[in-house]
């Protein structure tokens, strides 16, 4: 388990960047033969996209849901990511395939995600007391002192803190 740092820290990067949201939702639980090839089909894809970080992928989380499972994932750029998913010498291809020769429209398994392209300054990510996390963790985890103290500031508004920090 990677350790806890103290304190206050943010996400650091000065480029255009993707948020990709992607998952899976077992809606008939005894389909096991339709859901567990779709569990499965994930692992080699995120193991080309560790060891290929050049592919475009920065980085990102995974998630449980009592019906399934999902993964945060920041991309360089939406056609890195666009590449990786249409690209026939890639994993993600054939189990797109392969899902929709097996599952279709059957109604036993769900997959959904999510894109969005996010402009420099555009974001806003502050982690307090946690390990390196996130975007931060897919880019540059910097200090959050002497950061303007609310999310409206951060993304460049103007408001009064609820809270006060304690940095």
Do not use: C
Request: aromatic share 14%; net charge positive.
């Amino acid at each position: 388990m990677p350790p806890v740092i103290s304190g206050r820290f943010t996400a650091e990067i000065n480029e255009p960047f993707v948020v990709f949201l992607i998952g899976m939702r077992i809606n008939k639980f005894f389909a096991v033969s339709k859901w567990l090839p779709t569990v499965r089909a994930m692992s080699p894809m995120l193991q080309t996209l560790y060891q290929y970080p050049e592919k475009g992928f920065l980085g990102g989380e995974s998630f449980a849901y009592w019906r399934g499972v999902g993964f945060i994932q920041y991309w360089r750029s939406f056609e890195d990511l666009e590449n990786f998913a249409r690209n026939p010498s890639e994993p993600h291809l054939k189990a797109w395939q392969r899902f929709n020769r097996s599952v279709g429209s059957d109604g036993s398994v769900g997959i959904w995600h999510e894109t969005y392209l996010v402009e420099p300054g555009k974001y806003e990510a502050i982690y307090s007391n946690m390990p390196v996390f996130g975007l931060a963790a897919a880019t540059k985890y910097v200090p959050a002192m002497g950061r303007k103290e609310t999310a409206r500031r951060r993304l460049g508004g103007d408001n009064d803190p609820a809270v006060p920090s304690v940095d």
